[in-house]
């Protein structure tokens, strides 16, 4: 009997042990996906359809073991950030890039940009290093851009 106990003991921990083994697993493997990976990956399939998709639709066709609430929070993620336009279907969201998948990628980084500036202590600071490093032809292409605004 006492036996019998420390057997169910051990195959207990064992499971214990393999299911944390899992859930670290992972949750590396979320950490290594790529910053913005997922949202690339979401345009790419909105940017092969031949309409609207549902995140439902949009899961299938990413053939990936996620959860529906990850895609459906990605797409609205890319809707806030102008990526994408979403309109009611039935009593889902159907969504749809904004352009072409140039321009919608484009919308994520100029967001992503943005909010990095709006983290910076010093913004006046933050905009004099990134025109620092810009190289020739880019400090040109802002200096264009920002004569056009104003003009």
Known sequence: MANERVANERVANERVANERVAKEHSMAGERARAKGGLEHEVLAALSAADGPRTPQQVLA????????????????????????????MGRAYAYSLVGTPETAGNSVAARRMVKLLDAGTDRASVLARFVEDLSPQDDAMLRELLQGKDG
């Open 61 to 88: 066709e990413l053939d990936r073991d996620l959860a529906y609430t990850t895609v459906m929070t990605t797409l609205s993620r890319l809707h806030a950030k102008g990526a994408v336009d979403r309109t009611m």
